[in-house]
């Protein structure tokens, strides 16, 4: 079965740049999007389509693609940013969805 | 404004059945693709099953053959059927609306949780 790849964690000092990145064979072919988790919460969508923000998301969130990797990056890290993220996609055939294994950002 | 509210929830035994319902307001369910993701306690996001504005129903390999993704247009109902359940399905369960492309999760409900346990 289909598999996105992300690093289990990844550290930064507050007002510093956080890049997670995220791997998967059918990512040239499938859009990817990106869930920010907090404790306690539901997930919440922070980028869509690659690149694209939802209102309501701050600027310092973007995202970019190349190739089979996608990178979710947040410029100006704050406190607050501290959570889970999440990337998912579809499968070539856009069938399946899939999520990757979870990336826990922790702000020093 | 567009609200899904999931109920059905508790403690099962393993082997049972149990139907959990996602209850939408301010969108038509069939217009839009639902879906329902699952945490494990402690663990990530897995997609569990989706059902298409068209009525196309697919599912993980997790639970090919144990669960059922149904609506009912009448109530603005999602539902999740489970049968044959496992320990390994113990997770709280979210039911999900796209939002932008029809594969994203743009919308989440506050989830159910579910336990497998004898």
């Known amino acids: 079965s289909y598999e996105l790849t992300q690093p289990p964690s990844v550290s930064v000092s507050p007002g510093q740049t956080a890049r997670i990145t995220c791997s998967g064979d059918?990512?040239?072919?499938?859009?990817a999007y990106w869930y920010q988790q907090k404790p306690g919460q539901a997930p919440v969508l922070v980028i869509y389509?690659?690149?694209e923000r939802p209102s309501g998301i701050p600027e310092r969130f973007s995202g970019s693609s190349s190739g089979t990797t996608v990178t979710l990056t947040i410029s100006g890290v704050q406190a607050e940013d501290e959570a889970d993220y999440y990337c998912?996609?579809?499968?070539?055939?856009?069938?399946?969805?899939?999520f990757g294994g979870g990336t826990k950002l922790t702000v020093l | 404004e567009v609200q899904l509210v999931e109920s059905g929830g508790g403690l099962i035994q393993p082997g049972g059945s149990l139907r959990l319902s996602c209850a939408a307001s301010g969108f038509t369910v069939s217009s839009n693709y639902m879906s329902w993701v699952r945490q494990a306690p402690g663990k990530g996001l897995e997609w569990v099953s989706v059902?298409?504005?068209?009525?196309?129903?697919y599912y993980a390999d997790s639970v090919k053959g144990r669960f059922t993704i149904s609506r009912d247009n009448s109530k603005n109902t999602l539902y999740l059927q489970m049968n044959s359940l496992r320990a390994e399905d113990t997770a709280v369960y979210y039911c999900?609306?796209?939002?932008?492309?029809?594969?994203?999760?743009?919308?989440w409900g506050q989830g159910t949780l579910v336990t497998v346990s004898s």
């Open positions: 059902i298409y504005s068209g009525g196309s129903t």
């Open positions: 389509k690659d690149s």
């Open positions: 998912q996609s579809a499968d070539s055939s856009g069938t399946y969805m899939v």
């Open positions: 999900a609306r796209d939002r932008y492309s029809g594969y994203d999760f743009g919308y």
């Open positions: 059918a990512l040239p072919k499938q859009y």
